[in-house]
């Protein structure tokens, strides 16, 4: 019992320690990214879906608009869900048996490597970990008790998990799979089982009727993410990135992975092993990011820390040597998962130590860049609302009234909005993304303020209605992704302007309603 309190006050130091980090690692000048600026406005627009998401994420974006929306709020909740996956690893390192050097192991990847950034965006993937962890840990907690309540934690995890992120079904088909390729398959005889798997779905249920609704706009999405990036993914880049996105602590997760497949004594457990060779071959088959898998390896984490501990138990120079080796990489990599320094300090970095030469440089449009994608989506959006303010504001009080500011992008739109509120601006509208369904049914404007890369053609018919165009700024910020972002104000429309705006608009959402 003194023990068990004694590891329950280094975990709670550990985890405490994992929260406040990421606030002090991340420099002051980065701003929020540009996803998390549609998330954010989901909170805005509660409904039991989005175009690109489930609603779970809008929940907590809701509460963060609440309290006022802040950097502070905005990272807290991702935060927050990080400590709590770590406690999961945790407990199951206890559980197994684990003692002081185990649990340290298992707290490392969440301050040292990719987790680190994972768990401190506002997008759906700290809630996709989260539960995949927790699926996981409902059924290892079964197989170690057999008691029927922890069914239902991995049903009810499931079934929140797939209100929070679509690609939770992926890791669930694959214990399930594990389950039958394993002694644990009698877990299928078990009454329970069914139960559970009824409120997992009722919980479900609700964005199942809302994506009926509207035309299963989530197909859309995927088909989009397949013609536009997903085509571009390899089975090789995939697999090494694998080992890429958590380089300092591989060994843990690849010791992990041999306890529960060939332990003679931990058979109980091998179903996990089947499990993670199950999403991995679903996510190379269905051409996934490489970060959709990042849910399966805490889990993984926790068996090969304590298969760590119980190997290096007499070989105390192994683990000072061990811990050493992930201190120095993982310092030496921070720089590329957080946003230590300003953008112009981490290029020369990456230059200096040659760590631009590496995958996490090539970006979306298959280019190399001097900074990495995420840190230049963190930069940048603040000052372009300023400048659209400049000329929004640059106009008479009596235009400004019929004036419409929009944006090409739901990045944009977002980022308008966010920071609208400290210049005095409208409501921003897109048509782009989930931004479609808020946009305004009827209008009554003259005049149009364009916030986008590329002024429209000639084959635009609504931009052919009005009598001037003016390009009135454009942004140079060069390590920001959107740099050249263009300001384009369209002056004095005609009379079939409003007309033609409503007649697009609703023809594009009724693509998405029956």
Known sequence: MQQTKKFQRLILLLAIIKFILPYLLQNSYYQPHRDEYLYLAEGNHMAWGFMEVPPLLSVFAWLTNLFGGGIFWVKFWPDLFGVFTFLLVANIIVSLGGRV???????????????????????PGFLDCFFWTLMAYGLICYVQTNQNKWLYVFSISAGLGMMSKYSVAFFGL??????????????????????AAIIGLLIFLPNI????????????????????????????????????????????????????????????????????????????????????????????FAFGAYNIEKFTQKI???????????????????????????????????????????????????????????????????????????????????????????????????????????????????????FLFWMPDKYNIKNLLLVGHHIPGKDDVVFQQF???????????????ENGMKFVLFENGNDSLNRLIEAGIFKMKHEFIR
């Open 101 to 123: 050097f185990a649990i340290l192991l298992g707290w490392l990847p969440f301050v040292i490597c990719g987790y680190q950034l994972l768990f401190f965006l506002f997008q």
């Open 174 to 195: 694959s214990l399930l799979i594990g389950l039958l390729l394993t002694k644990q398959r009698k877990i299928f005889s078990n009454k329970h089982f069914y139960f």
């Open 209 to 300: 009727l809302w994506q009926y609704n509207h035309r299963f706009p989530i197909v859309t999405h995927m088909k989009e993410l397949q013609e536009e990036q997903l085509q571009y993914n390899s089975s090789i880049s995939f697999i090494i990135s694998q080992f890429m996105m958590n380089l300092p602590l591989v060994f843990v997760w690849l010791a992990g992975l041999w306890f529960v497949l060939f332990n003679k004594n931990e058979k109980t457990f091998r179903f996990i092993g089947w499990a993670y060779f199950a999403v991995i071959i679903l996510l190379i088959v269905l051409r996934g990011k490489d970060y959709y898998a990042l849910g399966a390896y805490p889990v993984l």
């Open 316 to 434: 105390i120079w192994l683990r000072i040597a061990l811990v050493t080796y992930v201190i120095i990489l993982g310092l030496f990599a921070l720089p590329l998962i957080m946003p230590l320094a300003k953008p112009e300090q981490l290029a020369k970095y990456y230059e200096k130590t040659g760590l631009n030469k590496t995958g996490s440089f090539i970006w979306e449009d298959h280019k190399h860049h001097p900074l990495t994608q995420d840190f230049a989506d963190m930069i940048g959006w603040r000052e372009m609302t300023q400048k659209a303010s400049e000329v929004y504001y640059s106009l008479p009080k009596e235009q400004r009234d019929k004036t419409m500011i929009y944006c090409r992008g739901y990045f944009s739109a977002g980022a308008l909005n966010y920071y609208g509120r400290d210049f005095k601006l409208p409501e921003v509208y897109s048509d782009n993304a989930s």
């Open 467 to 481: 009598e001037k165009m003016t390009v009135k700024d454009s942004l140079n910020i060069p390590l920001f992704r």
